[in-house]
């Protein structure tokens, strides 16, 4: 596992140069040359664009989608953290994902395990659906039982609930690229240990 994790490590600081030059001779062809001097000295470069690519999706999606579009990519936040988190409980070195108009996409480390496959693809369902389990709660309070009486506030929390339940739901569905088909890939074998 230490040989893992170093290797993990080295194309970790590989991925972060490579991204760095690109960020670096972006900016230097539309003649920002004090932004570029930046980001070549800064190593945060990995945060950065996951940031940036957060920012200019959630451009796209509201202009797009209003309110539902920024749902979507709002929901997808703890989704791809429950990714994250799995990939960390497993023992690997995670990579940052990126989001992208209604989506976003995480690179996963080299696996030897199916089952490890698998924890890491259910992972971004279950923060997923826990997030939408506190927003509806949220929204049951903010409601206060009251049906007819929704303000702004809570029309949104119901949305961001309802576009969060779908795109897990969506998810589960055990047909890969989805997480629900690397979810029954995984349990090939595995199942009556889980």
């Avoid at 170093?6 to 194309?11: A, G, I, T």
């Avoid at 009486?149 to 609930?161: I, Q, W, Y």
Wanted: proline letters at 5%; aromatic letters at 10%; a positive charge.
């Amino acid at each position: 596992q230490d040989r893992r994790l170093d290797n993990d490590r080295r194309e970790n600081e590989r991925r972060h140069e490579a991204a760095k030059r690109k960020a670096v001779a972006v900016l230097k062809a539309l003649e920002m040359q004090k932004a570029a001097q930046l980001v070549a000295q800064t190593a945060m470069i990995e945060p950065l664009v996951t940031i940036l690519s957060f920012i200019f999706s959630g451009a796209i999606n509201f202009s797009i989608g209003g309110f539902g579009g920024i749902a979507a990519l709002v929901a997808l936040v703890p989704h791809e953290f429950g990714h994250f988190h799995a990939v960390l409980r497993m023992g690997y070195r995670p990579h940052l994902f990126r989001f992208w108009p209604f989506g976003a996409i995480m690179k996963l480390p080299e696996m030897t395990s199916k089952s490890h496959k698998a924890h890491i693809a259910f992972g971004g369902p279950f923060y997923g659906l826990l997030f939408t389990i506190c927003t509806t709660v949220i929204w049951l309070i903010a409601t206060n039982g009251s049906s007819g009486t929704e303000t702004g506030v809570s029309h949104n929390l119901f949305t961001l609930a309802l576009v969060s339940l779908i795109i897990n739901l969506f998810n589960l569905i055990p047909l890969r690229p989805l997480d629900g088909g690397w979810i029954v890939h995984g349990m090939d074998g595995v199942w009556p240990k889980w």
